[in-house]
């Protein structure tokens, strides 16, 4: 997620805070100052990957834990611990030989085991995960370093499925780490991969530490997209946790920090106007801003009420209000995104350039809506999404809602979103997110586009009929056919309001162009293969 704070400011006034504002970094003992490389990423509450969606969670899992396959740039699936694969004639039954070299920070080897450990509980959260898990007959070991997935029917995707980067993505555990519930956070954080999580430096709040893992071994391919030879080239990252952005801008032109995500659109031509800085967008295909709303509490559980917030919302205001510069956004209209091969305009009658409050009015009283309150969790260090939920509260207001705005940060938000308590009980009925629109053109890996109930994302939305379709998915081999699917899928989704959309964004870093070497691709943010001169 992005990490930021609204506030307009002149370059003078940023240039002077990077002289005024006392260092607030350089007291933390650190190797060579080249091979440290600082980022400003957010709050990180939550370490277990499959235990959270969230995507600062998942770039620390990519760091410490590895991956059977991995996306190359462009998104083929390719092996990285497996070393060899193979299928049965009935194609029902993979075999899965992992590669040598593999061991966890605690200096014993990977095993079978642990992904067989690992593959059954990412499949308890995971919408793919799932799938595999009920097409499955066994999934078993042959030998510490032979596994194999046994299915009652062929599942051709399976491959496309494992490799998959939309988290919570399948990052391998120890077996007794990985034999806790997903429901269950998993407390340490040793894994396979080529940083190493530095309890001893971590601060809670404050900043979290990676080293490089000495013991790794990458992969002989060339590094390509989050495929190939993880190469670590800096002896240790570390990423601090500063809310406000005047502070992070002033340390990034400072350099007493090298990267700044997602800063806000208003901050854009003082990093411009810095020789030293630059701006650049390592997921070219943007994110797709949404309303998750819950459903099992008042007022959304009514499907009249989810309407109405469907016609309510003006998306040009939201999308102006949230990123100020029409070159970084566009209105979006399909559950698919708007660059993937299956968008539609099936049923989107909805949508109306400034919004319909008069209908939106009418949808909320014959919902039966009766003033109950209306908590909408917003994340002040998420500068786009804060201002879009300023707005979205101010709607529902005006319409007559009693909308309350609960303030904290993306790693608070994180955490208490999992709450299914009423409202008066620390619960929640709104909050606004974003996904990767490339993300939304799989049904099977996208967890925002599930609608299984309790096994459905936060807001757990619950639709049989939707459901019933997008289990073909994993059948629906032709293109053609699959665009048809969706078209039905979406058909159903505005009809019971599975989310609401609020159009689609780019969001570039900020680095010091001593910082190079970042790859792009969608939801993960690699510490391997960048260097820092």
């Known amino acids: 997620m992005t990490i930021s704070r609204r506030h307009v400011f002149k370059m003078g006034i940023a240039a002077g805070l990077a002289v ?10 650190t190797p060579t100052v080249g091979q440290t490389v600082r980022m400003v990423k ?36 390719q092996p990285q611990m497996v070393a060899k694969w193979g299928v049965s004639d009935d194609k029902k039954t993979y075999t899965f030989e992992l590669r040598d070299g593999l061991g966890w920070h605690d200096g014993t080897p990977v095993t ?78 040793i894994g396979s991969g080529p940083f190493r999580f530095n309890e001893a430096l971590a601060k809670p709040g404050a900043s979290v530490t990676y080293g490089r893992n000495d013991k790794y071994v990458p992969r002989k391919e060339p590094s390509d997209g989050l495929a190939g030879g993880k190469i670590v080239n800096v002896d240790r990252v570390i990423w601090d946790n500063i809310a406000d952005q005047q502070t992070a801008l002033a340390a990034l032109q400072a350099g007493e920090i090298d990267y700044l995500q997602s800063p806000p659109v208003d901050l854009f031509p003082v990093i411009e106007s810095d020789p030293n800085l630059e701006l650049q967008v390592l997921d070219r295909g943007g994110w797709d801003m949404m309303v998750r709303m819950n459903f099992l509490q008042p007022p959304f559980n009514n499907v009249k009420a989810r309407q109405a917030v469907l016609h309510l919302i003006d998306q040009e205001v939201m999308l102006r209000g949230a990123f100020g510069n029409p070159k970084y956004f566009n ?39 009766a003033g109950e309150k209306v908590v909408i969790l917003t994340a002040t260090d998420w500068s786009a999404g804060d201002n879009a939920s300023q707005l979205l509260a101010a709607s529902l207001r005006k319409i007559g809602v009693n909308a309350e705005l609960s303030s904290m940060t993306w790693g608070e938000l994180s955490t208490r979103r999992a709450s299914k308590d009423p409202v008066e009980n620390g619960g929640w009925s709104m909050f606004i997110t974003s996904e990767p629109d490339y993300s939304l053109g799989n049904p099977l890996a996208s967890p925002f586009l599930l609608a299984n109930g309790d096994k ?25 056919e699959r665009k048809a699917l969706a078209r039905k899928m979406q058909k159903v989704w ?12 780019v969001s570039p870093i900020a680095r010091r162009k001593t910082l190079t070497g970042l790859i792009g691709m969608p939801q993960i943010v690699p510490m391997w293969n960048m260097q820092k001169a």
């Not at 370490?47 to 740039?73: C, E, K, M, R, V």
Request: hydrophobic share 40%.
């Open 20 to 29: 005024s504002i006392p260092s607030v970094l350089r007291a933390q003992t």
């Open 42 to 77: 957010g709050d990180l509450r939550v370490f277990d990957p499959i235990w959270t969606a969230t995507n600062i969670t998942a770039d620390h899992g990519a760091a410490i834990y590895d991956t059977l396959f991995s996306l190359d740039s462009k998104f083929m699936p």
């Open 112 to 189: 079978a085991a642990d992904c067989v450990a690992s593959i059954r509980r990412w499949g308890q959260v995971h919408p793919g995960g799932q799938l595999i898990m009920a097409r499955a007959s066994d999934i078993s070991t042959k030998d510490d370093e032979t596994f194999t997935i046994s299915l009652k029917d062929p599942l051709g995707v399976l491959i496309d499925i494992l490799a998959d980067l939309t988290p919570p993505c399948l990052f391998i555990m120890r077996e007794k780490d990985a034999n806790r519930p997903a429901t269950e956070q998993v407390t340490t954080n």
């Open 331 to 369: 209105t979006v209209t399909s559950i698919f995104g708007d660059t993937t091969p299956v968008s539609n305009d099936e049923n989107t009658g909805w949508y109306k350039k400034g919004g319909d409050p008069d209908k939106a009015k009418r949808l909320l009283k014959e919902a039966g809506y």
């Open 456 to 480: 459905a994302w936060y807001g757990w939305p619950k639709n049989d009929e939707y459901e019933a379709l997008r289990v073909k998915w994993a059948d629906v081999e032709s293109l053609e």
């Open 494 to 505: 505005w009809d019971f309001v599975g989310d609401v959309r609020l159009g689609k964004y």
